[in-house]
């Protein structure tokens, strides 16, 4: 089990960029499988970005690939989520998440960052 921290979440303009971390409290981000996902107000909580536990494999939400990119660093025990023309529709909670196998469900997770674009 790692338990995960968020941060980086703040109000931005419309276009305009952020960087989300993610670190683990305690444990390690080793040998997890990493992501993002995001929650809009009133909405589910969908799918942004992943990445494999060595980092050569990442996977993108169609509606933010070329705009998001999503990378680790496992000697800094941390992930990080570079966001570009962010579109006000983005605004959300963004959560990191962790699970052990590929194909899986997230099973560890983050509290969550605000994230709010604005026009």
């Known amino acids: 089990q790692v338990q995960l921290v968020e941060s980086g979440g703040e109000l931005v303009q419309t276009g305009g960029s952020l960087r989300l971390s993610c670190s683990a409290s305690?444990?390690?981000?080793?040998?997890?499988?990493m992501g993002w996902l995001r929650q809009a107000p009133g909405k589910e909580r969908e799918f942004v970005a992943s990445?494999?536990?060595?980092?050569?494999?990442?996977n993108y939400a169609d509606s933010v690939k070329g705009r998001f990119t999503i990378s680790r660093d496992n000697a800094k025990n941390t992930m990080s989520l570079q966001m570009n023309s962010l579109k006000r529709e983005e605004t959300g909670v963004y959560y990191c998440?962790?699970?052990?196998?590929?194909?899986?469900?997230?099973?560890?997770w983050g509290q969550g960052t605000q994230v709010t674009v604005s026009s």
């Open positions: 305690t444990g390690t981000i080793r040998p997890y499988h």
């Open positions: 998440a962790a699970k052990t196998i590929l194909t899986g469900s997230y099973q560890d």
């Open positions: 990445i494999d536990r060595g980092g050569s494999g990442t």
